[in-house]
């Protein structure tokens, strides 16, 4: 009986010794050696999956963010989601806590100095942020919803204005309100996501412990909840 390949989970295991020798040793000692040697496999086997060093580096950030985006619909808001809580877990995701988190984070920073002199893992890092822009966007919008809902569960932690007005207003009115606030909320989601990605950095450099982080993101939440319910 002929023997089953699974090809995907090769490509994944090469790809995992590439990460490694990122993290402990930096991208410019990336050979096919070096990656097959932390991969404990032969150097046969990533040539045969990679024609060159360049299409396995690029491959390895491609992964990077697949990753991430599956981690993300996993754990992304459901209907039954309370909107805080995806929002602030969604933030806490960016804090690199234990040692493969802070692989990972480590890669992905060499990634983005990377992107500066290559156009391919750019469009990469690029397209992810942008994704990540309007994950964010999304979680934000939904905080939004929730407070200005009469509706919202008093043990959620929101608290709806009683005296405002339904945001969707009268039919006329009501494109021009939804566009304004998507555009508050993207604004809001681009800072609270620079934020976060800041915090991770400092967290990396041992600037600032994983709880401190943690402490600030959910004080910005807080902030975006207060903001949503005055409607500023």
């Known amino acids: 009986m002929p023997k089953i390949v699974d090809h995907a989970a090769r490509r994944a295991e ?7 020798v990122i993290y402990t040793r930096g991208i410019d000692s990336v050979t096919f050696r070096s990656v097959a040697e932390a991969a404990g496999i032969s150097i046969g086997r990533v040539q045969h999956y990679f024609s060159s060093r360049e299409e396995l580096v690029l491959e390895g950030c491609r992964q990077l963010v697949a990753g991430a985006e599956l981690d993300d619909e ?10 805080v809580a995806a929002l602030r ?38 397209d992810n942020d942008h994704k ?3 994950a964010a966007r999304r979680r934000v919008g939904a905080v939004s919803d929730a407070v ?5 569960a008093p043990s959620s932690g ?3 204005s009683s005296g405002s007005s339904d945001s969707r207003g009268d039919d006329a009115s009501a494109p021009e309100v939804s566009s304004g606030r998507s555009a508050r909320d993207a604004e809001v989601a681009a800072r609270v996501v ?17 709880d401190s982080a943690y402490r600030i993101l959910d ?3 807080s902030r975006i909840v207060a903001d949503a319910a005055t409607g500023s």
């Open 14 to 20: 090469i790809v995992h010794g590439l990460w490694l």
């Open 158 to 160: 929101l608290t709806p």
């Open 148 to 152: 200005g809902s009469s509706e919202a």
């Open 89 to 126: 877990d969604f933030l806490h995701a960016f804090i690199p806590e234990g040692e493969a988190m802070r692989m990972g984070a480590s890669v992905w920073f060499t990634y983005i100095a990377k992107a500066v002199g290559d156009a391919n893992i750019a469009e990469v890092v690029v």
């Open 132 to 134: 990540t822009a309007e």
């Open 74 to 83: 996993a754990e992304g808001p459901s209907e039954d989601a309370e909107p």
């Open 194 to 210: 620079a934020l976060a990605k800041g915090l991770a950095q400092d967290v990396m450099l041992e600037a600032r412990s994983p």
């Open 219 to 221: 004080d910005e939440v």
